[in-house]
């Protein structure tokens, strides 16, 4: 399984943004994929996640609930973040993680800088 993250760049607050996490070698249906972002001087934090492709189960961290949205298209082997109402704090480096079994797969990160 690999991931490939993309969507990411520079916009102002109040903005939206969608993150795109591209895999490859497996369905998104039948497994927990999640995005996490990492700050400068910070550990990386879970953000959202979903139980499998179909979104039926979510979990979302405090500072993403009411404005970010996870969600799979199962054609296009690819999962979503729509970011809304952007406030400098988000910025990070976004990362997709799918969990296969016992394996965890990471994408390469992309980066989200919102300028105030």
């Known amino acids: 399984v690999q991931l490939q993250a993309s969507g990411g760049g520079l916009v102002q607050a109040g903005d939206s943004l969608r993150l795109s996490c591209a895999v490859s070698?497996?369905?998104?249906?039948?497994?927990?994929i999640a995005w996490f972002r990492q700050s400068p001087g910070k550990e990386r934090e879970a953000v959202v996640a979903m139980r499998s492709g179909t979104a039926t189960s979510t979990y979302y961290s405090k500072s993403a609930r009411g404005r970010f949205t996870i969600s799979g298209d199962n054609a296009k082997r690819t999962v979503y973040l729509q970011m809304n109402s952007l406030k400098p704090e988000d910025t990070a480096v976004y990362y997709c993680?799918?969990?296969?079994?016992?394996?965890?797969?990471w994408g390469q990160g992309t980066e989200v800088t919102v300028s105030s």
């Open positions: 993680k799918a969990v296969v079994g016992s394996s965890e797969f």
């Open positions: 070698g497996r369905t998104i249906r039948d497994y927990p």
